[in-house]
Nanobody
């Protein structure tokens, strides 16, 4: 499966952005779909994921994302979304979408994702 993320940009603190991840080449329902971000010099960090249908189609969030970010998907369009509200300067990073066929226990770990999009830059100004 090939992934392409879009929707990043520059926004003021408190603002919102909606990221999209388009998947091509396989059925989205067969994959856990995750969003991660990576700031310069840091590791890729989990934000949110949507488990594949066979694992319940359940949403998972990092503590930092709960209450501010929402993951969703449109199987017909083969797209996954990350709605980000109340953005903070600390959210500034490159955001990546990933697809995984690993066990559910890997859903929050970057090492469990075999497929990645190119990333989209999100910059939040104070």
């Amino acid at each position: 499966v090939q992934l392409q993320a879009s929707g990043g940009g520059l926004v003021q603190a408190g603002g919102s952005l909606r990221l999209s991840c388009a998947a091509v080449g396989d059925n989205l329902r067969n994959y856990h779909m995750g969003w991660f971000h990576q700031a310069p010099g840091e590791e890729r960090e989990f934000i949110a994921a949507y488990s594949r249908n066979g694992s319940g189609g359940t949403k998972y969030y990092a503590d930092s994302a709960k209450g501010r970010f929402t993951i969703s998907r449109d199987l017909a369009k083969a797209e996954t979304y990350l709605q980000m509200n109340s953005l903070e300067p600390e959210d500034t990073a490159i955001y990546y979408c990933g697809a995984s066929r690993a066990a559910l226990s890997w859903i929050g770990r970057a090492g469990g994702y075999a497929y990645w999009g190119r990333g989209t830059q999100v910059t939040v100004s104070s």
